[in-house]
Structures are given as C-alpha cells and as structure tokens.
C-alpha cells in the first residue's frame, strides 16, 4: 500500500473528511486502511495546537483523533493537555476533551479534571469521557467516582458506566449509593465489580429497585468466572422468589447464555428455579 504524505494540516483534513464521505457512501476501503495513510507532520500540528487559530486547532484535533492512539495520536497527548490548560473556546474546549478521551492516555487526566468543575454541562459530558480514556490512571478514577454525584443526569450516567469497565473495586459503595440516588447505570457497574459481600447490595434492592435495573447488575455477576457457585445460587434463589414471568424470562436467558459452561451445581439451580416459575403470571 503506498503512503502519501500529506503537505499540511488543511490537506490532511480534507483527505480524512473525503474518505469518510466515501465510505459513508459503501466505498470499498476499510476505514483501517485510510487511517493508515494518515501521517501527522508534528511540528505543524505541534505549532497549530499552540496557536491562535480556530480553525487550525479543529482541524489538527480532528487530525489526531482520526490518527487515533495506535496512529501516532498519542504523541500529541501533552500538547492537548497543554492547550487546553492555556484555554479554548467551549466548542474547542469539548473537541479537545473528545480527542483526548480517544487516545486513552493516562496522562491526560489533569486536564480531564480541571474540566469537570465546568458549568456547562456539555464540557463536563466530554471531561468525564475523556476521564474514561485516563482510567487507567488511579486518579481518574478517582475522578469518575466524584462525578457520580455531578447533577447532569448525563454526567453521572457516564461517569457509572466507565467506572464497571475498570478494576476499582473500591469504588463499589460509591456505585450503590449512586444507585441508590436514582443512577440506574450504576447497577451493571456494581455487577462487574462487586464481591461476595458488595455483591449482596444488588439483591437487597430487588424489592425496592425496578427488576429490570437491578438484573442488569445481577446478569454480570452471574456471567462472571470469578464469582462462587454459592453466590450464583444465591442470585438464582432470591430471583425465583420474585415468582414473576420476568424472573424466569431473566433465568432463562442466563441458562440459554451461559448454562453450558457453569457448573452442575448452579446448573440444577437454574433448572429448579425456571421450573418453580411455570405459569409465573407476571
């Protein structure tokens, strides 16, 4: 494949726009092969970032994001960060923000935080994506658990959902007091990250918690490989003692998901539940 270098900021924008209309219209070529061809002159783009031009700095950030973490976008990390430490406008404030959250750069939360104390809601709905691209940092998850209270319905929503895909356990009770404020995203995160304790948070909320919120949460604790038989029978019996149709539609699709590959024991749970729930009438 040959590699066209581009001759600036402006012609490489245009080719990344121009390969998006064509494979938005079932162009042949895969949008993996047209990122490749994007190459980044860095001191162009460096000097942009650092400049007073509007439409450079969109231009250069849409350079980088469409260059991504594994096209060299990374490289720019600092210089984001930098920029938007000097201030941008609110449109470029959350372009920035976006383009940092895509190259998933621990190194970028400083100025991912300094964001989200915003007023508008719609930066601190790009601060807290591009916490999500840091959290590989312990500070930015620090972050995304503070967020969880934000009054934006969007901001704690994501700020819930980016934090299951993480390996902080500890931000547990922070997610079941979100659940427990209304923030129904949180209950899948509680399932991904719980123990056999935390775990116990999402059932004692089958009976004030709408069924559908709270089997979010109980469906990944019941898919995950290092939860216990005897916390995945536990699941099991508190939900066939809901005695509703939903419960065993929720039984069901876990045994048709995942039965195969559990074992005997949970296996015959299941069948006994979903068996018990028969003519369930709601």
């Known amino acids: 494949?040959?590699?066209?270098?581009?001759?600036?900021?402006?012609?490489?924008?245009?080719?990344?726009l121009l390969a998006s209309g064509a494979m938005a219209q079932g162009a042949a070529k895969k949008p993996t092969a047209v990122a490749a061809k994007i190459k980044i002159d860095a001191k162009e783009a460096n000097e942009a970032l650092k400049g007073s031009d509007a439409t450079k700095i969109e231009s250069t950030l849409a350079i980088i994001r469409s260059a991504g973490k594994d096209g060299g976008g990374?490289?720019?990390?600092?210089a984001i960060v930098a920029r938007l430490k000097a201030g941008l406008s609110k449109e470029l404030v959350k372009k920035a923000l976006e383009t940092l959250g895509d190259l998933d750069d621990?190194?970028?939360?400083?100025?991912?935080?300094?964001?989200?104390?915003?007023?508008?809601?719609?930066?601190?709905?790009?601060?807290?994506?591009?916490?999500?691209?840091?959290?590989?940092?312990?500070?930015?998850?620090?972050g995304l658990r503070a967020a969880l209270g934000d009054v934006d319905n969007?901001?704690?929503a994501f700020a819930a959902t980016i934090l299951g895909s993480t390996k902080a356990t500890d931000a547990v009770p922070d997610l079941i007091l979100a659940l427990d404020k209304g923030v129904n995203e949180a209950a899948v995160s509680i399932g991904q990250l719980c123990d056999a304790k935390t775990c116990d948070a999402l059932l004692e909320r089958l009976k004030n918690k709408p069924f559908d919120?709270?089997?979010?949460?109980?469906?990944?604790?019941?898919a995950r490989k290092d939860v216990s038989d005897d916390s995945k029978k536990k699941v099991i019996t508190a939900v066939r003692e809901l005695a509703s149709q939903k419960a065993?539609?929720?039984?069901?699709?876990?045994?048709?998901?995942?039965?195969?590959?559990?074992?005997?024991?949970?296996?015959?749970?299941?069948?006994?539940?979903?068996?018990?729930l028969e003519g369930a009438s709601k």
Not at 74 to 78: I, L, N, Y
Not at 106 to 135: I, N, Q, S, W
Not at 213 to 222: K, P
Request: proline share 2%; with cysteine.
């Open 74 to 78: 990374k490289a720019f990390t600092a």
């Open 106 to 142: 621990p190194t970028a939360f400083e100025a991912c935080e300094m964001y989200m104390a915003h007023r508008d809601g719609d930066v601190r709905v790009a601060a807290v994506k591009c916490l999500g691209g840091a959290k590989a940092s312990p500070a930015a998850t620090k």
């Open 1 to 16: 494949m040959t590699m066209h270098k581009l001759g600036g900021v402006g012609a490489t924008l245009a080719l990344v």
């Open 213 to 222: 919120v709270i089997s979010s949460g109980l469906g990944q604790e019941l």
């Open 154 to 156: 969007r901001v704690h």
């Open 248 to 276: 065993r539609e929720f039984l069901t699709e876990f045994k048709n998901n995942f039965g195969k590959t559990e074992s005997k024991a949970v296996q015959e749970a299941l069948d006994k539940a979903i068996k018990d």
